[in-house]
């Protein structure tokens, strides 16, 4: 099936200084991605969807400017969490739809970063 | 927008009983209606799901019913297991492609 890694696998930063989260389709092309945020026991939430040569799409509640989401190429989403703080501590993971398969809808997840702000 | 409701939030089941999660959702233009096993810092797993153009599905232990007309869908998983063990997710896919998760249960298989 296909397989979508994501790096780095975890993180820790001190507040204030942002981290990059890259998300990558390894045996297919994405043109859309999607970013989810998931808090200790709780489930995952939507925060943006990654459009490959576009600006991304965010859900109500996510700051665009906080999280920075870039979609240069069909294989690659990266989401930056700028001047990072101790409530954006979570699970953060990304999935990519695979338009190749006949299941078009199934979202392929990454294996997620757990970020920890100091 | 979608939004998904999951009940129940636990579930202990003993080992070799039945489980059963119950989903409903409110776009009734949802069409895809997948399900998800994740164990604690992975990521989510499918384990089975279903389109809208379907009743039912079951692959071995699990099975998935769906009611368009009352816009709800449960998990079915028989002889439970002790690897069963794990936090289930219900999602639906509307037709912008937007999966939205339920709240998730926490199933407890005892040995």
């Known amino acids: 099936g296909a397989v979508v890694s994501q790096h780095p696998s975890r993180v820790i930063c001190k507040s204030g200084t942002s981290v990059k989260i890259e998300c990558r389709s390894l045996?297919?092309?994405?043109?859309?991605m999607f970013w989810y945020r998931q808090f200790p026991k709780q489930s995952l939430m939507l925060m943006a969807t990654?459009?490959?040569?576009?600006?991304?799409?965010?859900e109500q509640g996510v700051e665009k400017d906080k999280f920075l989401i870039n979609h240069a190429s069909l294989t690659l989403s990266t989401l930056t969490v700028t001047s990072a703080h101790p409530e954006d501590s979570s699970f953060y993971i990304c999935?990519?739809?695979?338009?190749?398969?006949?299941?078009?809808?199934?979202?392929?997840f990454g294996p997620g970063t757990r970020l920890t702000v100091l | 927008g979608e939004n998904v409701e999951q009940h129940p939030s636990t579930l202990s089941v003993q080992e070799g009983d039945s489980a059963v999660i119950k989903c409903t959702y409110s776009?009734?233009?949802?069409?895809?209606f997948p399900w998800y096993k994740q164990e604690l810092g992975k990521r989510p797993q499918l384990i089975i799901d279903?389109?809208?153009?379907?009743g039912e599905k079951k692959d071995q232990r699990i099975a998935v019913t769906l009611n368009k007309t009352a816009k709800h869908f449960s998990l079915h998983i028989t002889e439970t297991q002790p690897e069963d063990s794990a936090v289930y997710f219900c999602?639906?896919?509307?037709?912008?492609?937007?999966?939205?998760f339920g709240q998730g249960t926490e199933l407890s298989v005892k040995p």
């Open positions: 999935s990519a739809r695979d338009p190749g398969t006949s299941i078009g809808n199934e979202q392929f």
């Open positions: 045996d297919f092309q994405a043109t859309t």
């Open positions: 990654s459009n490959e040569g576009s600006k991304a799409t965010y």
């Open positions: 776009d009734s233009a949802s069409n895809y």
């Open positions: 279903i389109r809208s153009n379907v």
């Open positions: 999602a639906a896919v509307n037709q912008g492609g937007k999966l939205i």
